[in-house]
């Protein structure tokens, strides 16, 4: 595989898949923080200034359970850390492909392709890594929680 060859199939390609998983991981942070913000906020306007026959306390625990809910969810899927994870190799990549297009340090030497690809490697590398730790340690934990249920039923 030649150096254009390389840019192009694998280092533009995992350029632009942390760049969309980044902004989609931003994206579904955002909106579920925004909706959690909102629901809260909500809360005490319903309680203190609703009037009967209003479900005053049918909407406030509904408004809290999407709370506890979406919370869960945020901290289940790591959007807000995805999105800093995925941004930071996205823009470590780009970095790494124009210090090489313009021969820049550490690339100034004589064969440097050998060189780029070890350090585009490590990076997705150490990106992937990470997420199979991260995967594990779920597992983990919901086998232990799983095991102290059937310990307990």
Same mark, same amino acid.
């Given at each position: ?34 909706? !959690?913000? *909102? =629901? ?10 609703? #009037? /009967? ?57 004589? !064969?440097? *392709? =050998? ?10 590398? #150490? /990106? ?26």
């Amino acid at each position: 595989m030649n150096e254009e060859e390389y840019i192009s199939s694998r280092v533009d390609n995992q350029i632009d898949w942390y760049d969309l998983k980044s902004q989609k991981a931003q994206n579904c942070f955002k909106w579920l923080r925004g909706i !959690e913000i *909102f =629901s809260a906020a909500a809360i005490p306007l319903i309680a203190g200034f609703a #009037k /009967e026959p209003f479900p005053v306390t049918l909407v406030i625990g509904s408004l809290g359970a999407l709370i506890a809910l979406i919370s869960s969810f945020i901290g289940l899927n790591q959007f807000q850390e995805n999105w800093t994870e995925y941004r930071t190799t996205c823009e470590s990549l780009k970095h790494e492909k124009y210090l090489f297009l313009t021969n820049s340090e550490p690339y100034n030497e004589s !064969e440097p *392709f =050998s060189l780029f690809v070890q350090r585009v490697e490590s990076l997705i590398s #150490k /990106e992937n890594s990470a997420w199979s730790q991260y995967t594990k340690t779920v597992i983990d934990k919901v086998d232990l929680i799983l095991k102290k249920g059937n310990q307990n039923g």
